[in-house]
Antibody, heavy 121, light 106 residues
Framework: EVQLVESGGGLVQPGGSLRLSCAAS????????MNWVRQAPGKGLEWLSYISGSSTTIYDADSVKGRFTISRDNAKNALYLQMNSLRVEDTAVYYC??????????????WGRGTLVTVSS | DMQMTQSPSTLSASIGDRVTITCRASQSISIWLAWYQQKPGKAPKLLIYKASTLESGVPSRFSGSGSGTEFTLTISSLQPDDFATYYCQQYKSHRTFGQGTKVEIK
C-alpha cells in the first residue's frame, strides 16, 4: 500500500525557515517523481514544486521560486521541502504527492495527509 | 503561465441530480487534464485522468469530457458521498489546479 507521511510543520515567525519531510513507503520511491502541493485555510490547492525520480528535473511555481527548494534522498525514501523567508501567506497545509505514469504521462495519484505550517508573529 | 478556471465556484444540488462542472484552460492542454475530489480535512483523491478516463474504483456515475481548453466533469446522479469539493488540474506543462467547485446539499 502506498503511504506518504509528511512531517516538520509547525509555527514559525515571518522571515523564518522550516524544512518539511515526506516519508514514502509501499512503492519503489526512486522510480517516481514527486510533488509538493499546499492548501491555505479555506482555499484551493496550489501546486508548488516537482522533482523527478533521479532529481535531474525540478520545476517550481513562480510563487515560491527562490524561496523554497525541493529535494529528495532516495536511499532514505524521503522527499523534502526547504522553505526560507517565510511569509504570513505561506500558512497552509502542505501535501506531498506521488506522480504516477498513467497512459503516456505522469500526474499526481497518491497524496499524504499533509502537515500544517503556520507563519505568524 | 497556465491558468485553469472552474465554474461554478459553488453548486447546490439534491440527491439524484445531474451535476456538471466546467474547467477552462488559458491555452490548449490537449487531453492532459485530471479531476480530483476532496473532502474536508482529507487529501485529494484522483477521479479522472486524460480528461475522460475513470481511475480504478471510481463509480461510473462520474464522467469527464473535453479537449483543448474546455472540459467538464459530470456526476450523473448525485449521491450522499459526492458532496465535496472538486478540482481540475492540468498536467501538460508543470501542474496547475483550478480554484475548485464545492458541491453542497440544496
Amino acid at each position: 500500500e502506498v503511504q506518504l507521511v509528511e512531517s516538520g510543520g509547525g509555527l514559525v515567525q515571518p522571515g523564518g525557515s522550516l524544512r518539511l519531510s515526506c516519508a514514502a513507503s509501499g512503492f519503489t520511491f526512486s522510480s517516481y517523481s514527486m510533488n509538493w502541493v499546499r492548501q491555505a485555510p479555506g482555499k484551493g490547492l496550489e501546486w508548488l514544486s516537482y522533482i523527478s525520480g533521479s532529481s535531474t528535473t525540478i520545476y517550481d511555481a513562480d510563487s515560491v521560486k527562490g524561496r523554497f527548494t525541493i529535494s529528495r534522498d532516495n536511499a532514505k525514501n524521503a522527499l523534502y521541502l526547504q522553505m526560507n523567508s517565510l511569509r504570513v501567506e505561506d500558512t497552509a497545509v502542505y501535501y506531498c504527492a506521488r506522480e504516477a505514469n498513467i497512459e503516456g504521462a505522469t500526474l499526481p495519484d497518491n497524496w499524504g495527509r499533509g502537515t500544517l505550517v503556520t507563519v505568524s508573529s | 503561465d497556465m491558468q485553469m478556471t472552474q465554474s461554478p465556484s459553488t453548486l447546490s444540488a439534491s440527491i439524484g441530480d445531474r451535476v456538471t462542472i466546467t474547467c477552462r484552460a488559458s491555452q490548449s492542454i490537449s487531453i492532459w487534464l485530471a479531476w480530483y475530489q476532496q473532502k474536508p480535512g482529507k487529501a485529494p483523491k484522483l477521479l479522472i485522468y486524460k480528461a475522460s478516463t475513470l481511475e480504478s474504483g471510481v463509480p461510473s456515475r462520474f464522467s469527464g469530457s473535453g479537449s483543448g481548453t474546455e472540459f467538464t466533469l459530470t456526476i450523473s446522479s448525485l449521491q450522499p458521498d459526492d458532496f465535496a469539493t472538486y478540482y481540475c488540474q492540468q498536467y501538460k506543462s508543470h501542474r496547475t489546479f483550478g480554484q475548485g467547485t464545492k458541491v453542497e446539499i440544496k
